[in-house]
């Protein structure tokens, strides 16, 4: 039985129990984590990259002006998919300058931006820009296929990290290597972004063929670390580079092929106009095949040609009658 004491009431009160010390109230042995408990902690594959500090604060505006097609429309989309760090915006308008995207990209805290601008419906042009300070490049988008058209076998998971690979001719000229670090900066995820997966799993390969820079995406494969294709896929046809963004001096000019064909054909066309025409002297041999026309013989008609029928005032005629009589009879049944 506890110690109870009394009070003057005569009611009984419980005496209280003595607190326990810190010792006492630690669980016991049994429930301690064991060393191999502890082992595999230190093992785990760590989670989200929210562990981590992002310090790299990269933003990418991807957006387009108005005009531009499906196809367009169904790229940009796959490109907002497979980059975690980028932001979307509204069409801009035609009327609008280029220098006006500096303010979008403020506004929306982005330091990056792909901007597709659309011309006559028909050509694409993509602009790679730095901003507000440049440098920026103008490409010309060729031959675009996207994920829900090419429907290849390979897959990635939605945030993951990617690998960046690169040709050797990147390195070979210093305007594609401008190229090379520019694209770098803006296809690559940031170190613990909040929106990205901390594993790798597909790889974007910048190829350079025929002058153009070739885009593809692969899926690596874990088993044997084979490529397979998932797409978008496009080319680039540089046109110039900018040293500030989208405007100011240009670093480098390369015409794509495209206008370059039309400039040759509008300059032979000059001089085909501009040439003086050379006069052939006559043959005599031309005249040896040519028949002379047969001699038709000369008629006078003394007769005054009959008049032509003209069908249309016949038929007026016909219709105007036909209202004099119905409106003859309306009078008749109104008597």
Request: proline share 6%.
């Amino acid at each position: 039985m506890a110690a109870t004491k009394r009070k003057r009431g005569g009611l009984a009160v419980q005496a209280k129990k003595p607190k326990r010390n810190e010792r006492d109230a630690e669980p016991p042995a049994k429930s301690r984590a064991t060393a191999e408990e502890v082992e595999e902690e230190r093992n785990r594959i760590p989670g989200p990259v929210c562990k981590g500090k992002w310090k790299n604060k990269e933003r990418i505006l991807i957006f387009s002006s108005r005009g531009i097609n499906f196809r367009t429309r169904h790229l940009m989309q796959d490109l907002r998919r497979l980059m975690p760090h980028s932001k979307a915006d509204t069409k801009m308008d035609r009327k609008d300058k280029l220098f006006v995207i500096n303010k979008v990209c403020e506004m929306k805290n982005c330091n990056k931006c792909i901007y597709f601008e659309a011309k006559k419906k028909q050509e694409l042009y993509m602009w790679l820009s730095d901003s507000p300070h440049g440098p920026s490049a103008k490409f010309l988008v060729q031959n675009i296929h996207t994920l829900a058209e090419l429907k290849m076998t390979g897959n990635c998971l939605k945030g993951s990290r990617l690998l960046l690979s690169f040709d050797l001719a990147f390195d070979e000229l210093p305007h594609y290597a401008l190229l090379k670090e520019f694209l770098i900066q803006i296809f690559s995820t940031p170190w613990y972004h909040p929106k990205s997966q901390p594993f790798v799993d597909h790889v974007f390969t910048f190829t350079i063929l025929d002058n153009r820079i070739w885009f593809r995406k692969f899926q690596i494969i874990e088993e044997d670390a084979a490529l397979v294709e998932i797409g978008p896929r496009f080319v680039l046809n540089l046109i110039k580079i900018f040293q500030g963004n989208m405007h100011r001096r240009v670093i480098r000019s390369i015409t794509a092929a495209k206008y370059k064909e039309k400039q040759q054909v509008k300059y032979v066309q000059k001089l085909r106009k501009k040439e003086l025409k050379t006069l052939l002297p006559h043959d005599p041999t031309a005249d040896v095949f040519v028949r002379p026309a047969e001699e038709k013989p000369i008629e006078i008609q003394w007769v005054n040609p009959e008049p032509k029928v003209d069908l249309k005032a016949r038929k007026k005629r016909i219709y105007k009658r036909q209202r004099k009589m119905k409106q003859r009879i309306d009078r008749g049944k109104t008597k």
